[in-house]
């Protein structure tokens, strides 16, 4: 299955007193899947070896919901980060649109009936 994300808002916030850069929400144009955020995050990590105006960037988390979150992010080192971050999301892309689907382990029924059988045995509030 193909998975593609473009960059559709940027946005800064400020850190508090003592803390490196600004906070930088990228939102994206749906939410990544698990894969697709992996794979991001190690294509940043990758990129960013060895650039040193980058020691404050932190990417542990990353992608949250439909956005990138960016904390740290110095106003000297923004051109760098810029086309390292599309470069980054362009190769993310291309490897999730090249990607074949993988067979499914069961029956959509199949999952459907377990899904149906943890939902009646699970409690009132649930349901």
Not at 16 to 21: D, F
Not at 57 to 71: A, W
Not at 116 to 127: H, K, T, V
Request: glycine letters at 10%; charged letters at 25%.
């Amino acid at each position: 299955m193909s998975e593609i994300h473009r960059i559709v808002a940027v946005r800064g916030e400020p850190l508090s007193v003592g803390r490196v850069g600004v906070r930088v929400r990228v939102r994206l144009s749906g939410c990544p899947s698990i894969g697709w955020s992996h794979a991001l995050r190690a294509r940043m990590a990758g990129e960013l070896v060895g650039q040193s105006a980058m020691g404050y960037l932190k990417l542990n988390e990353l992608v949250q919901g439909d956005e990138l979150v960016l904390e740290g992010v110095e106003a000297r080192a923004v051109q760098d980060l810029a086309s390292t971050l599309r470069r980054a999301i362009d190769a993310t892309n291309k490897a999730h649109t090249e990607r074949t689907a993988e067979p499914a382990n069961v029956a959509q029924e199949e999952a459907d009936a377990i899904a149906r059988d943890l939902g009646s045995g699970a409690s009132p509030e649930w349901r």
